[in-house]
C-alpha cells in the first residue's frame, strides 16, 4: 500500500460562489488539485443562449475573470492542477481565454478539455428515439434550449495522463472533478469500485464549496466562528479512498462528523444506490470520525458496477412567469395581505379575459413572517404578525400576460391595503419559465473526447459501460422501530439531530443525523414517512420515502413531487427545499422522560 496522499481543495459550489475559495486554498492550502463546479441545470440553458448571440460566449466567465486572470500565476508557481466544469457549452473558447490569460501573465500551462456532453446538435435524432422523461413520462419536447449528458471521470484522467496542468470540461457529474485526478494518481482500474465509490464521496463532499467545512450547517450559529472568513474544505485522500476531510488553515468555518454527513445526504436519494457513470455508489456504511481539529476521517463508502446509460438534462422554454413582493405593516397585516393578493388576481384575471388572453396558467400566494413555509405546522400567533411580505407569483403562456401582471401589481400599491411599502424598487420583472427534462441515454450513443491544447488524443479507457440500463437497489432497510410509549415528553427534533435539505428536480431531500448514536431508535420510531409527510402536506403532492444510513446513524428522506416542478419552473416560496429541514428539526419527538434525564436534555422545550 503506498503511503501517498493526494490534496484536493473544492474552491466553488457554484457559479456566483464566493472568489476568496481559491485564494484561501491556494494560500493555505498545500494543495495537489483545486477543482471548480459552476454548472447547474438551468446554467446551461443561459449558456446556450448565450453562445447563440456570441460564437466566443457560453462558458463561466468569472472561471476566467474572478480565478485565473489573478491567480494564474500562483498556481503555476505552486504546481497546483486545476480541474474546472466552466467550459459550459463552448470549451474551445473556455480554452482560448484561459490560454490569453497565461500568456498575458508570463506563464505555460497545458490545457485539456473533455467534450461531448453536448448534444443539443442531435435534437431530433434523439426525438426520433420515443425518449420519455424519467420521472413523467412525458415525449421530449419540441423546443430545446440544451441537452446536456453527465460524463464521468475518466476522461479528465486521460487528459491529465497526457500532461494537462487544467482540464476543463462541460457538463460532468459534480464528483467527477475529483475522482479523476484520483485515477490519475493511483491508477484506479474500471473495476475498482469501492475506491471509485470512495473518490466519488470525496466528490460530493468538496463539491458544494464551504457548505463541507461550516456553510450551510445546522449549527452554524452556535459553532462555526468567524462567519466572514469561513475555510473552503480540502480532502487528504489515500490509495484506499479513506480520506480526511479538513479545511484551508488560518481560516474559520468548522469541519466534524456531523456537518461532513450534513453535506453526504445533500441532494441524495437512495444513499445505497447512488448513481455516477463509472460507479454504482452505497454510502450507507459510512462512518465518520473526528481525528483532530477540523479533520474528520471518513471511510467505508462501497461501490458496484456502473450503468450502461448516461443521465441527460435537457431544458425547454414554457411560458414565462413574474413574482410581485410588497410588504405590508400594522394591525391586522396578514389578512390585508392575502385580500390585496387575491384582489390582483381577480382584477387582473378579468383583463387578461377582455383582452383575450386567457387565464393564468398558475398562481400561488405567499405571506412571508407568518411561517407559511410551515404549513399546519405554523404557530397561530405567526398571523398576528404586524409586518408581513405579500409574495404574489403567476405563470402565463404569453410575455403580454405577465406584462399586464407585472403592471397591475405594482398599480394596486396606491389603491388597496394601507402601510404598503415596496420591497425593491420598480416592476416585478417578466421572466422565461426553463423547465427541465431529464433522461437516459445509452453511453454508446455520447463520444466523448479528449483533446490536449485543441487536439484530439489517444486515451485507452475514457468510458465504462455496465450491463444494464439501471442499477440494481441496494441493500434492505432496517425494519421499522418500536413506537415509543410510558412516561414521555415532547423534545424538538433539533435537540436529538441535524439536518440538511435540497433538491432534485421536482423531489426535496432531508437528511437527518442522530447527535448521538442512542437517540437514533426514537428518531426512527417518530419521523415514520408518513408522519415526515403530513409536516409538508402543504407542498408534498407524492410519496416520501425513508432510507437508512446506519454507519452515520442518519436518514434520509426524499420527498417525491414537492417542490412544484422545482427550479425556475416553480411558485413555491423555496422552490429548491433549501429550508426544508430547518422545518422538520422544530418537530417535537417523544422521549421517555427516564431518558431524557439522563441524556440530560432540556426538560422545558
Known amino acids: 500500500m503506498t503511503d501517498k496522499v493526494v490534496k484536493i481543495g473544492g474552491a466553488s459550489g457554484y457559479w456566483g460562489d464566493t472568489a476568496i475559495g481559491p485564494i484561501q486554498l491556494i494560500r493555505h492550502g498545500d494543495l495537489d488539485y483545486l477543482i471548480f463546479d459552476y454548472l447547474a441545470e ?45 467550459g459550459g457549452v463552448n470549451l474551445q473558447a473556455c480554452r482560448r481565454a484561459l490560454e490569453q490569460v497565461a500568456a498575458e501573465a508570463g506563464v505555460s500551462l497545458k490545457i485539456g478539455t473533455v467534450e461531448g456532453d453536448n448534444l443539443l446538435g442531435r435534437a431530433d435524432e434523439l426525438r426520433g428515439q420515443d425518449i420519455r422523461e424519467m420521472g413523467t413520462g412525458e415525449r421530449l419536447p419540441t423546443r430545446l434550449m440544451s441537452i446536456n449528458a453527465y460524463l ?36 484506479w482500474a474500471p473495476d475498482q469500485y469501492d475506491h471509485l465509490a470512495a473518490g466519488g464521496l470525496a466528490g460530493h463532499l468538496l ?61 441524495i436519494g437512495d444513499p445505497s444506490t447512488y448513481i455516477l457513470p463509472d460507479v454504482v455508489c452505497d454510502f450507507t456504511r459510512v462512518t465518520m470520525e473526528q481525528v483532530g481539529d477540523d479533520r474528520v476521517l471518513v471511510r467505508g463508502a462501497r461501490g458496484r458496477e456502473p450503468t450502461s446509460t448516461y443521465k441527460v438534462s435537457a431544458t425547454y422554454a414554457d411560458g414565462f412567469g413574474c413574482i410581485g413582493t410588497f410588504v405590508i405593516a400594522g394591525r391586522d397585516a396578514a389578512s390585508r395581505a392575502r385580500r390585496q393578493g387575491e384582489a390582483v388576481l381577480r382584477k387582473t384575471r378579468r383583463m387578461l379575459e377582455d383582452a383575450d388572453l386567457g387565464d393564468y396558467s398558475k398562481t400561488a400566494m405567499q405571506l412571508v413572517g407568518t411561517e407559511s413555509l410551515f404549513g399546519d405546522q405554523a404557530r397561530p400567533e405567526a398571523l398576528a404578525s404586524r409586518e408581513v411580505v405579500l409574495r404574489l407569483g403567476v405563470h402565463h403562456p404569453s410575455r403580454e400576460g405577465v406584462d399586464l401582471f407585472s403592471k397591475e401589481f405594482m398599480g394596486a400599491g396606491l389603491s388597496m391595503s394601507p402601510g404598503l411599502t415596496g420591497l425593491s424598487p420598480g416592476r416585478p420583472r417578466p421572466t422565461p419559465i426553463v423547465r427541465l427534462f431529464s433522461f437516459l441515454i445509452d453511453k454508446e450513443q455520447v463520444p466523448v473526447e479528449v483533446k490536449l491544447g485543441g487536439e484530439p488524443i489517444t486515451a485507452a479507457q475514457i468510458v465504462r459501460r455496465g450491463p444494464s440500463a439501471k442499477a440494481e437497489p441496494g441493500e434492505g432497510q432496517q425494519p421499522d422501530a418500536d413506537t415509543v410509549t410510558g ?33 437514533l431508535p426514537l428518531l426512527r420510531a417518530a419521523l415514520t414517512p408518513e408522519r415526515v409527510r403530513a409536516c409538508f402536506a402543504h407542498v408534498t403532492r407524492g410519496t416520501v420515502e425513508r432510507f437508512d444510513l446506519p454507519g452515520s446513524h442518519a436518514m434520509n428522506f426524499l420527498l417525491h413531487e414537492s417542490l412544484d416542478g422545482g427550479g425556475v419552473a416553480s411558485l413555491h416560496l423555496d422552490a429548491q427545499a433549501k429550508t426544508y429541514g430547518q422545518v422538520l428539526l422544530e418537530t417535537p419527538i417523544a422521549v421517555p422522560r427516564d431518558s431524557a434525564r439522563k441524556w440530560e436534555l432540556p426538560m422545558d422545550d
Open 152 to 187: 464521468g471521470a475518466f476522461p479528465i484522467a486521460a487528459a491529465l495522463d497526457a500532461g494537462a496542468d487544467i482540464v476543463i470540461t462541460g457538463r460532468c457529474v459534480d464528483s467527477a472533478l475529483v475522482v479523476g485526478p484520483l485515477i490519475h494518481e493511483f491508477g
Open 207 to 267: 463539491e458544494c464549496g464551504a457548505q463541507a467545512s461550516g456553510g450551510n450547517f445546522t449549527d452554524w450559529e452556535q459553532t462555526v466562528d468567524d462567519w466572514d472568513n469561513t475555510g473552503f474544505p480540502l480532502a487528504e485522500i489515500h490509495a484506499d479512498g479513506s480520506f480526511i476531510l479538513t479545511k484551508a488553515t488560518d481560516t474559520g468555518g468548522i469541519v466534524n462528523p456531523l456537518m461532513a454527513g450534513e453535506q453526504m445526504l445533500y441532494e
Open 42 to 86: 438551468i446554467t446551461m440553458s443561459i449558456l446556450a443562449k448565450a453562445q447563440s448571440r456570441d460564437p466566443e460566449a457560453g462558458y463561466a466567465t468569472d472561471f476566467i475573470s474572478r480565478v485565473m486572470k489573478p491567480l494564474i500565476r500562483d498556481i503555476a508557481d505552486k504546481r497546483i492542477k486545476v480541474i474546472a466544469n466552466a
Open 487 to 519: 412516561d414521555t415528553i415532547q423534545v424538538p427534533l433539533f435537540r436529538l439531530a441535524v439536518a440538511r435539505s435540497g433538491d432534485k428536480g421536482d423531489k426535496a431531500n432531508i437528511g437527518v443525523i442522530a447527535r448521538k448514536p442512542e437517540y
